[in-house]
């Protein structure tokens, strides 16, 4: 019987039937406790109707890159799980890598979280910017060990250089707890936590990060299998942030594909889109967006003169064959994680526990446009990296490197590392405008895919409420029956902020007052269909109305002032509360204050 099927438990015995004998009296109560035992022992074996728990988060995927969502990239084993289960449409995330892995695992806004910001401390004046999870939220694995689940995580952590994931409730970790991302093709990057835990080794020209990530789950997935009751796993894959590496098998064919062009990939995603359910009729595709960073594109010299991203057939053809190749790594890099996603599914089939396994798969934030039309080349870092230490230096300032004829071969390989640029980011979030970093839909809007075959009853339906990442707390407590604490160690826990999905999963409404974002001074309310969204700090607020205009291109903040004078209001209350105010000196990228992070990372 599947979770959600399940009967209401009928209330006493009907009234008016004759009273058994003693004898079958005693023989009844008999089997009533030996129900009870058996009942009980199910409990502790996890065989309760209680799921586990697969969670897999993608790094800089954007809202279009999933075949299942109108890509073309070649994503089968996310597009299987969709086809068995349910893609929501309107889920939204908290605009960069560390708020939303913050709000993910806390069920919290990322500043009630202490990460408002990145991983640097801004002091205690300004509690919503401490760069690591406080004491005042608790995460997912330590609420579900509350009821007795097992938990184990591999891959990226990024919630405080000084916060461990096993003193947050995994048993187990393989990963980087340090760094916005990892060489993909060098092991060094790697801890395995507690120390002194087996941790695979690898042949030289063996190792790939986003394999080595799964790899560990499987071992963790193992172990986890030798003990009672439930478990809870947590796979934050690297893939697909820059540095942009691929396998060569993974990236077969892409080049020819994106030799189209930005323009073109677009326009098919999104009468794909269309096509598909995804996108209601009447919604018009953006315009290109804007270009995030001036400077550097006219530093690279990729710079407009409308500050637009250019259109591809203004590029010459150098240019173009080297923009191709990046978006073919960016899109190998997908497809390797989707290979690795297959081998989890596998697994829990051939032991029998894919149907009773909640499978959710989401996004941290939209793509990235860091920073300019035609993407960046990092240096290898140096000194050699230190185990359980990622990459965390700073890109705005770094250089382009146009490859042409055999070089561009080396696009994606372990010779570069390379991001592929505003441009591609911005078809990786078609339909929507601007990217990663904002709180327009392009920054905030994650593909969801729920897949729980014993639990949910829709198989390849869509879900048009608006969720949250803050909901996936709630979702997990509600279906494992966890309850969440109000202390820990005798320190009080905020109370999560988010609505449990379950009745989505059933096509019901989720009851809720509003929406919040913040992140760098970008800022957004959503309540019912409508949304204030502005642009930095000093930005206009802008008002659309989502149910009639997803892609925001009808601002109605002239038009319905009263209305936009309301939410603004309400969003100003709600950063008081949650700590997005006051405000440390952040908004114009410098690293300043306590706590200075002294690489300058930008994420």
């Known amino acids: 019987m599947r979770f959600l099927d399940m009967p209401p438990v009928r209330a006493g015995i009907r009234r008016g039937l004759p009273a058994p004998p003693d004898g079958a009296r005693l023989l009844a109560m008999a089997r009533l406790w030996f129900f009870a035992l058996s009942l009980a022992a199910l409990v502790a074996r996890g065989a309760d109707g209680r ?32 086809a068995g289960g349910l893609r929501m449409t309107q889920f939204y995330n908290s605009a960069r890598c560390c708020p939303s892995r913050a709000s993910l695992l806390t069920g919290l806004y990322p500043h009630q979280a202490g990460v408002g910001y990145m991983t640097a401390d801004r002091g205690e004046a300004f509690p919503g910017y401490r760069g690591r999870l406080n004491e005042r939220c608790v995460t997912l694995a ?56 087996p941790q695979r080794e690898y042949r030289e020209g063996e190792f790939f990060a986003t394999d080595a990530i799964t790899d560990h789950a499987l071992d963790f997935l193992a172990g986890l299998r030798g003990g009672a009751g439930p478990w809870f796993l947590y796979i934050a894959y690297q893939a697909p942030h820059f540095p942009v590496q691929t396998l060569p098998e993974d990236a077969g064919g892409y080049a020819e594909i994106y030799a189209a062009g930005w323009d073109a990939i677009r326009e098919r995603r999104f009468s794909r889109q269309k096509a598909m359910g995804l996108m209601p009729e009447g919604v018009a595709l953006t315009p290109r967006s ?35 190749r990046r978006m073919a790594a960016f899109a190998g890099m997908v497809t390797g994680m989707d290979r690795n996603i297959g081998r989890i ?59 042409r004829g055999e070089a561009l071969a080396e696009l994606g390989g372990p010779d570069s590392f390379i991001s592929y640029g505003c441009a591609w ?54 279906v494992s029956g966890a309850p969440y604490p109000k202390e820990i160690g005798g320190k009080p ?3 999560m902020e988010g609505k449990s999905l ?54 109605l903040a002239a038009s319905q002032p009263d209305k936009a004078k309301e939410l603004a209001e309400r969003w100003r209350a709600w950063a008081e509360r949650a700590h997005v105010v006051p405000y440390p000196e952040q908004g114009d990228g410098k690293k300043k204050g306590k706590g200075k992070n002294k690489k300058g990372a930008t994420e």
């Open 493 to 495: 826990i905020q109370p």
């Open 51 to 82: 799921p586990n728990i697969v969670l897999i988060l993608a790094d800089d995927l954007g809202w279009s890159d999933l075949g299942c969502y109108g890509g073309e990239i070649r994503t089968p084993q996310l597009d299987a799980l969709a």
């Open 290 to 324: 804007r270009i995030p960073h001036p400077e550097a594109a006219r530093r690279i010299g990729s710079m407009t003169d409308d500050n637009i991203n250019p259109p591809w057939a203004s590029l010459d053809a150098d240019r173009r064959a080297d923009l191709a």
């Open 345 to 403: 599914v596998e697994d829990l089939r051939k032991h029998g526990e894919l149907e009773k396994t909640l499978i959710l798969f989401l996004s941290d934030n939209g793509a990235c446009a860091e920073w300019e039309p035609f993407g960046f080349d990092l240096d290898r870092p140096a000194p050699p990296p230190a185990p359980g230490t990622g990459i965390n230096m700073g890109t705005q300032k770094a250089p382009n490197l146009l490859r």
């Open 502 to 555: 379950v009745p989505a999963f059933r096509n019901e409404a989720i009851e809720r007052d509003a929406l919040f974002w913040e992140h760098e001074g970008n800022a957004a309310i959503r309540a019912g269909d409508m949304k204030l969204v502005r642009r930095g700090r000093g930005g206009a607020w802008e008002l659309y109305d989502m149910k009639a205009d997803r892609t925001e291109l009808k601002d």
């Open 425 to 478: 980011a911005n078809a990786s979030n078609t339909p929507f405008r601007l990217y990663k970093h904002y709180c327009h839909e392009g920054g905030i809007r994650t593909p969801l895919i729920a897949h729980w075959p014993s639990g949910i009853r829709a198989r390849g339906e869509l879900r048009h409420q608006p969720g949250h990442l803050i909901d996936i707390m709630a979702t997990c407590a509600e």
């Open 142 to 197: 330590q609420v579900l060990k509350l009821a007795g689940y097992r938990t184990a995580m591999s891959g990226k952590w990024h919630v405080g250089d000084d916060v461990s994931p096993v003193a947050r409730g995994f048993d187990d970790f393989y990963g980087f707890p340090r760094g916005y991302g990892v060489d993909s093709f060098d092991p060094r990057m790697m801890v395995r936590l507690p120390g002194g835990r």
